[in-house]
T-cell receptor, first 113, second 114 residues
Framework: DQQVKQNSPSLSVQEGRISILNCDYTNSMFDYFLWYKKYPAEGPTFLISISSIKDKNEDGRFTVFLNKSAKHLSLHIVPSQPGDSAVYFC????????????FGPGTRLSVLP | NAGVTQTPKFQVLKTGQSMTLQCAQDMNHEYMSWYRQDPGMGLRLIHYSVGAGITDQGEVPNGYNVSRSTTEDFPLRLLSAAPSQTSVYFCASNLRDREQETQYFGPGTRLLVL
C-alpha cells in the first residue's frame, strides 16, 4: 500500500512556464512533507519542505502548497528552466521519536527550451 | 562544510561477502539514515538514527546492520551480500524545526552483488 503517491510518471513544460508537480498521501498523521530533485548518478537534492501546521511555503522559484483535507501537496516551479529537468520526489515524515520517511515513486520533469 | 560524504562510490561484491558502506556528515545533525533506491521505485528506508548510540530499523532492514558511535558517522554493514542487495545506497542527515525539515543526501554508493 503506497502511502505517498505521485500519479504522473512524467511531465513536460515549456521553459519560462510554471511546472506543477503533484503528490497525494493517505496517512493523515504525517507531520512534514519534503520535495527533492534528483539527477542521474547523483544523490537527491533537497528543495523545500513544509510542516503540517502550514499550508504554503516559498523559497525562491519553488513554492509548496499543502491541502490537508484533500491529503494533497504540490510543488510549483516558476519560471521553469531547462536545468530543472530531473526526477522529483515527494516524501512524508512523522514528528515523533522515530524517523519513518516515506517517499513517492517520483515524477520526471522535462523543461523544453 | 563537506555536507554528507559516502565511500566508496562503486563496489562489486560476490555473494556471501561482507562490507561496510561509510557515511559521514559535518553539520552536527542528530538524524541520519540509510536508503536504497531500486529502478522504478522511490527511496526505501533501511535504518536510521536519531542520535549517537541510538539506531532503529526502517522499512527494509534485513541483511543490514548499523551503528552510531559518533554524531558524525553512520556506517552501514552488509553482513552476507546477496544479489537482491544490488542497488544504489544513499545516506542522509536531517535538520528539523517546528516549521520545516531539511534533509541532505550523500552522492550515493552503487553496489553490484554477483
Amino acid at each position: 500500500d503506497q502511502q505517498v503517491k505521485q500519479n504522473s510518471p512524467s511531465l513536460s513544460v515549456q521553459e519560462g512556464r510554471i511546472s506543477i508537480l503533484n503528490c497525494d498521501y493517505t496517512n493523515s498523521m504525517f507531520d512534514y512533507f519534503l520535495w527533492y530533485k534528483k539527477y542521474p548518478a547523483e544523490g537527491p537534492t533537497f528543495l523545500i519542505s513544509i510542516s503540517s501546521i502550514k499550508d504554503k511555503n516559498e523559497d525562491g522559484r519553488f513554492t509548496v502548497f499543502l491541502n490537508k483535507s484533500a491529503k494533497h501537496l504540490s510543488l510549483h516551479i516558476v519560471p521553469s528552466q531547462p536545468g530543472d529537468s530531473a526526477v522529483y520526489f515527494c516524501a512524508a515524515n512523522f514528528d515523533n521519536y522515530g524517523q519513518n520517511f516515506v517517499f513517492g515513486p517520483g515524477t520526471r520533469l522535462s523543461v523544453l527550451p | 562544510n563537506a555536507g554528507v560524504t559516502q565511500t566508496p562510490k562503486f563496489q562489486v561484491l560476490k555473494t556471501g561477502q561482507s562490507m561496510t558502506l561509510q557515511c559521514a556528515q559535518d553539520m552536527n545533525h542528530e538524524y541520519m539514515s540509510w536508503y536504497r533506491q531500486d529502478p522504478g521505485m522511490g527511496l526505501r528506508l533501511i535504518h536510521y538514527s536519531v542520535g549517537a548510540g541510538i539506531t532503529d530499523q526502517g522499512e527494509v532492514p534485513n541483511g543490514y546492520n548499523v551503528s552510531r558511535s559518533t554524531t558524525e558517522d553512520f556506517p552501514l554493514r552488509l553482513l552476507s551480500a546477496a544479489p537482491s542487495q544490488t542497488s544504489v545506497y544513499f545516506c542522509a542527515s536531517n535538520l528539523r524545526d517546528r516549521e520545516q525539515e531539511t534533509q541532505y543526501f550523500g552522492p550515493g554508493t552503487r553496489l553490484l552483488v554477483l
